[in-house]
């Protein structure tokens, strides 16, 4: 089973995240790439993150959109902070064996991964597609990886680099979207129209619900 993960805080989750999941699902051939809201991200400011269920429930209407897609609620099943190596032991204990798994990541996440729990054992777990944003030219980028001290060595002839376990690292390059959720959220507050910039139907539950809106940024 070839499956991808894009995680995130989702608040909201907009149109760059969804054409990213997309994008990675065909050109990798994955049956689906289900997409992750984080319960209680510990790299967040959650003062700005609005309750889990509305942001479950906004991926959800998301998701529909795309047979590709499909939304797992795995982070919001279990208490505390939402750890990546948890999340990915619980993918591979659901799924069994079989489970060939990509973890897609900007390069502005990966560039913080040495902050994560136990994060060299992630590489043992999932291989990464890492979405290539301009941070990093290839010689500061393979300088990075090389400062991981996690057994990735530079494969040639497949042009990514390998892990040990059988895991693969990617650079990847998507559509560029300029988007980011905390301009969306400032664009609500404000009064600006945020659509095609979210799908409407994400927009019309943020319009319902009256998210990020000035004084209710967690309601």
């Not at 700005?48 to 209407?61: A, K, W, Y």
């Not at 590709?68 to 591979?92: A, C, N």
């Not at 040639?156 to 040990?164: A, G, L, M, S």
């Amino acid at each position: 089973m070839k499956l991808g993960m894009l995680g995130g805080t989702f608040n909201p989750i907009h149109l760059g995240h969804l054409r990213v999941a997309e994008e990675i699902g065909w050109k990798l051939n994955l049956e689906l790439v289900y997409l992750i809201p984080s319960n209680l991200p510990p790299h967040k400011n959650t003062e700005q993150v609005v309750d889990f269920s509305h942001r479950l429930e906004m991926t959800r209407l998301a998701s529909e959109l795309s047979p590709m897609l499909k939304v797992w609620d795995i982070e919001g099943q279990r208490p505390g902070l939402s750890y990546s190596i948890d999340t990915l032991r619980l993918f591979h204990s659901h799924f069994g064996p079989d489970l060939e798994l990509f973890f897609i990541i900007g390069t502005d996440a990966f560039s913080l991964i040495k902050t994560w729990k136990d994060f060299r054992s992630l590489f043992k777990y999932t291989s990464f597609v890492v979405i290539n944003r301009g941070k990093y030219k290839k010689g500061e980028f393979f300088s990075f990886i090389k400062s991981l001290d996690a057994n990735l060595a530079w494969d040639e002839n497949k042009k990514c680099f390998c892990h040990p376990s059988g895991t693969v690292l990617l650079s990847m390059d998507t559509t560029i979207m300029d988007i980011s959720a905390s301009r969306i959220r400032q664009m609500v507050a404000t009064g600006d129209s945020i659509r095609f910039i979210v799908p409407e139907v994400v927009r019309e539950y943020i319009k319902k619900k009256g998210l990020y809106l000035l004084n209710e940024a967690t309601r």
